[in-house]
């Protein structure tokens, strides 16, 4: 990659706040950092809002899509977390992030079956994080509930 992050992510002119449109002024670039700030600092919905954004302007970057991804799962909204998760690892399987995040969205919406293979991709990429082997075996266990009807 050429250019740096802000070649990555485009240019439709500078500022902050919004338009009389209604529209955030800035970029892409612009919208993202804001949006990655706003999450920082606890306030994923708003967040949200700024990367969807960003995300509409770049939708091939996966780190804008990431951060959508958090935010909306910060933000409760698990289906759509979901899918910005899968999207991420369907362009690249190896990510396991985004298999993890993947995997965690699924059990919150219920789906232990996907849960469970995407909770053991991310384990089996990087064995070492707790929080994965956490998340894979609380999805084991519910789904193994659910099996034998406990």
Request: zero cysteines; charged letters at 25%.
């Amino acid at each position: 990659m050429t250019g740096g992050p802000q070649e990555q992510f485009g240019s439709e002119g500078g500022g902050r706040g919004a338009g009389a449109s209604g529209v955030p002024e800035g970029d892409a670039y612009e919208w993202y950092r804001r949006g990655v700030g706003l999450l920082d600092s606890g306030h994923p919905a708003a967040a949200a809002q700024l990367l969807a954004r960003a995300a509409g302007a770049v939708p091939e970057s996966r780190s804008v899509r990431e951060a959508l991804a958090r935010a909306l799962f910060d933000a409760g909204r698990y289906a759509a977390a979901l899918a910005e998760f899968r999207t991420v690892a369907e362009s690249d399987p190896a990510d396991d992030y985004a298999q993890f995040g993947w995997g965690l969205a699924a059990s919150r919406v219920g789906d232990f079956e996907t849960a469970v293979e995407h909770l053991a991709l991310a384990v089996a990429m990087r064995p070492g994080t707790k929080h994965y082997r956490v998340a894979l075996t609380q999805a084991r266990a519910t789904l193994r509930a659910r099996e034998t009807g406990m």
